[in-house]
């Protein structure tokens, strides 16, 4: 096996064997969309941090990420390194030894440019691709998952009031804003990130198309569900689809199907709207959005993480 950059001249290569494993994942998520190309292929190509694994002259695997970044995960002080959904991807024969030898060298640049967090998206039914990263140190850290805009089954919730904010109510979601940051603060997330000020709160829910749909009791918000315009992968784009970016419920009003109540509303809208398909992402640590995404949302995507020492740095 040879281990080489990958390059511009790579791509169509590559992009037969992404469509592959993601034809493969769609066998199991009949949501996911058709598609006929991997985006941004090419410009990964670019940054030189991708490699591509020959056999005989044939490629037989890639793997690329974007460019470095600084705060990985907005709540770290480490450079961070990501391949999103598409970006690598081998042939079913030999996969895992293919995937081991091309992290080795790519993890090889990677840590040349500072990037001690390591993050790779992988397709989330392929279980033994999954634990090889886990061999080499990596731990599951976000999900995304897809649903069609359909309603759930769940009951009636009596004594609140489901409606969509206008543009000039969304500052009222901001106490709920600084609780879901408190509420990342805790075991087991520990993730201390800045939630902003509400200034700086409100011009952010103006951007990729923010609406909010909350729950009201006595006029009172209690639970919100801000939708925007793209999601975290290329499939979650699109006129017919629309993404989950934020939600939050006070835990006094847990357990009443409160929740399911504003899905349901939300859908309804949306659905009215001519949008076919909703989607989520949500961090694999958080057990209350883990339980209640996988029960209504089909996951399509595992992405694993890796933090390495940062003094190894100091060698190079």
Same mark, same amino acid.
């Given at each position: 096996?040879?281990?080489?950059?990958?390059?511009?001249? @790579?791509?169509?290569?590559?992009? *037969?064997?992404?469509?592959?494993?993601?034809?493969?994942?769609?066998q199991y %998520?009949?949501?996911?969309?058709?598609?006929?190309?991997?985006?941004?292929?090419?410009?990964?190509?670019?940054?030189? #941090?991708?490699?591509?694994?020959?056999?005989?002259?044939?490629?037989?695997?890639?793997?690329?990420?974007?460019?470095? $970044?600084?705060?990985?995960?907005?709540?770290?002080?480490? +450079?961070?390194?990501?391949?999103?959904? !598409?970006?690598?991807?081998?042939?079913?024969?030999?996969?895992?030894?293919?995937?081991?030898?091309?992290?080795?060298?790519?993890?090889?640049?990677?840590?040349?440019?500072?990037? %001690?967090? @390591?993050?790779?998206?992988?397709?989330? @039914?392929?279980?033994?691709?999954?634990?090889? $990263?886990?061999?080499?140190?990596? !731990?599951? +850290?976000?999900?995304?998952?897809?649903?069609?805009?359909?309603?759930?089954?769940?009951?009636?919730?009596?004594g609140y009031?489901?409606?969509?904010?206008?543009?000039? *109510?969304?500052?009222?979601?901001?106490?709920?804003?600084?609780?879901?940051?408190? @509420?990342?603060?805790?075991?087991? =997330?520990?993730?201390?990130?800045?939630?902003?000020?509400?200034?700086? =709160?409100?011009?952010?829910?103006?951007?990729?198309? /923010?609406?909010?749909?909350?729950?009201?009791?006595?006029?009172?918000?209690?639970? $919100?569900?801000?939708?925007?315009? &793209?999601? *975290?992968?290329?499939?979650?784009?699109?006129?017919?689809?629309?993404?989950?970016? /934020?939600?939050?419920?006070? &835990?006094?009003?847990? /357990?009443? /199907?409160?929740?399911?109540?504003?899905?349901?509303?939300?859908?309804?809208?949306?659905?009215? *709207?001519?949008?076919?398909? #909703?989607? %989520?992402?949500?961090?694999?640590?958080? &057990?209350?959005?883990?339980?209640?995404?996988?029960?209504?949302?089909?996951?399509?995507?595992?992405?694993? %993480?890796?933090?390495?020492?940062e003094r190894?740095?100091?060698?190079?």
């Open positions: 096996m040879d281990i080489l950059t990958f390059e511009k001249k @790579h791509v169509k290569e590559a992009m *037969e064997i992404a469509l592959a494993s993601y034809d493969d994942e769609r %998520v009949k949501e996911l969309p058709q598609v006929c190309n991997i985006p941004d292929l090419y410009d990964l190509a670019g940054n030189g #941090l991708g490699v591509a694994a020959f056999e005989n002259e044939k490629m037989i695997g890639f793997l690329c990420c974007c460019e470095p $970044f600084d705060n990985a995960f907005r709540a770290t002080d480490a +450079r961070g390194i990501f391949s999103p959904m !598409g970006a690598n991807a081998a042939v079913s024969q030999n996969r895992l030894k293919i995937y081991a030898a091309m992290y080795q060298a790519a993890g090889e640049k990677w840590v040349k440019v500072g990037a %001690v967090s @390591h993050a790779i998206c992988l397709y989330a @039914h392929d279980g033994e691709l999954q634990q090889q $990263f886990f061999r080499y140190g990596f !731990g599951l +850290r976000c999900l995304d998952a897809i649903r069609p805009m359909e309603p759930i089954d769940c009951k009636p919730c009596a009031d489901f409606i969509e904010l206008s543009k000039d *109510e969304y500052h009222s979601v901001y106490p709920l804003h600084l609780a879901l940051y408190r @509420h990342y603060c805790k075991s087991p =997330f520990f993730m201390n990130r800045n939630p902003g000020t509400q200034e700086e =709160f409100t011009v952010s829910s103006m951007q990729d198309g /923010g609406r909010y749909f909350v729950a009201k009791q006595n006029g009172n918000i209690c639970a $919100f569900m801000k939708i925007s315009v &793209p999601g *975290e992968t290329f499939v979650a784009t699109g006129n017919t689809y629309r993404h989950i970016r /934020g939600a939050y419920c006070l &835990p006094e009003h847990r /357990g009443k /199907g409160l929740y399911q109540n504003l899905l349901n509303f939300t859908i309804s809208v949306l659905r009215r *709207e001519g949008y076919t398909r #909703l989607g %989520v992402d949500f961090e694999s640590f958080n &057990p209350t959005a883990r339980g209640f995404w996988l029960k209504y949302f089909d996951a399509y995507t595992n992405s694993v %993480v890796r933090r390495i020492d190894i740095t100091q060698l190079r």
